[in-house]
């Protein structure tokens, strides 16, 4: 018997979940807006474009990078940031085909 629950569920079911989960924090989805804007960003940089500090970006980074969202560069002592499109594009369609495949489920047919 397993004690995870999550490994009940399917692998489409975790995947899913588990990209949610990276994107469920405002700061990830601000730095991921941000890479966007502007293409490529030292690590440093990054917090002068938000709220919070440099070690709270680094984690948020470092579950981005992990997710393989975003992809660095090391450049000396720094770290230049930008988004992996094929990860972000292979997100877009997974997604889109987890919703396709249970539209029905979401439509409220009241």
């Known amino acids: 018997m397993t004690n995870n ?3 009940q569920f ?4 975790q995947d899913v979940a588990s990209i949610a989960k990276v994107l469920s924090h405002p700061a990830r989805i601000a730095i991921i807006q941000l890479l966007a804007k ?3 960003i030292k ?3 990054i917090s002068d474009f938000l709220p919070i500090s440099r070690s709270t ?3 948020h980074l470092k579950e ?3 997710a393989g969202i975003i992809k660095g560069t090391i450049d000396g002592l720094k770290i230049h940031y930008c988004l992996d499109m094929n990860k ?6 997974r997604y ?3 919703f396709l495949k249970n539209i029905s489920d979401f439509m409220c047919k009241c």
């Open 88 to 93: 972000l594009n292979e997100i877009r369609e």
């Open 38 to 40: 502007k293409k490529e």
């Open 57 to 59: 970006v680094s984690q």
């Open 43 to 45: 690590t440093g940089n």
């Open 64 to 66: 981005l990078k992990k």
């Open 96 to 98: 889109n085909k987890f």
């Open 10 to 13: 399917n692998i489409e079911q």
């Open 5 to 7: 629950k999550s490994e």
